[in-house]
């Protein structure tokens, strides 16, 4: 059973369920009031990452957030971040429209705050930060970084529970992806 990853093979997987997470992070954004979005993507090859990005994107646009609204920042976990900080600041504006920078990971996420922390940014009135896994360095230190959480005790308890079914004899069923939500 494989765990936060998806296959082609024909195993099982447990994975969150990205594209519904992303589905409410999207919604709660729309609602606290913010036009502009960054959306960081990965220069990896990361299943997770991908399919968060592209969900978070899919989901904007499905709620009629224009193109020009949002700035894809590439390859943010290849380089050092300053050079995805630089990509931000081309066009962000602090007197601009209510901006949010969404990181599929919370280590981009954690490293963005800092990075406006130290430059004087308040949270909340023209920028935000989000992040998706629910890891605890999030939270480590002011100010803490919104994040969807991902449930990893929960994804554990399902393989485990998909592999025991499957070594009893059990489980019947073809191989495939289990998801848990967010």
Do not use: W
């Not at 090859?45 to 991908?50: E, K």
């Not at 957030?65 to 920042?73: S, Y």
């Not at 930060?129 to 629910?134: A, I, Y």
């Amino acid at each position: 059973v494989l765990v936060h990853r998806e296959t082609k093979l024909t195993i099982d997987s447990v994975t969150s369920d990205n594209v519904h997470g992303c589905q409410k992070a999207v919604e709660l954004v729309l609602k606290m009031g913010y036009k502009r979005f960054y959306v960081a993507k990965s220069g990896l090859t990361v299943p997770n990452l991908a399919e968060r990005h592209q969900a978070f994107r899919d989901h904007l646009r499905a709620k009629g957030v224009p193109d020009e609204n949002v700035v894809i920042v590439e390859d943010f976990n290849v380089h050092p971040y300053e050079v995805a900080f630089e990509k931000i600041f081309e066009t962000f504006t602090p007197d601009g429209p209510k901006s949010l920078i969404f990181s599929p990971s919370d280590v981009f996420a954690r490293a963005t705050t800092d990075f406006l922390r130290e430059r004087g940014f308040h949270f909340g009135e023209n920028v935000g930060v989000l992040g998706f896994e629910g890891m605890g360095y999030a939270s480590m230190r002011e100010p803490k970084v919104t994040t969807f959480n991902i449930h990893t005790e929960a994804i554990g308890a399902k393989a485990a529970s998909v592999l025991a079914s499957r070594l009893n004899g059990e489980n019947l069923f073809p191989p495939g992806n289990h998801t848990v939500p967010c």
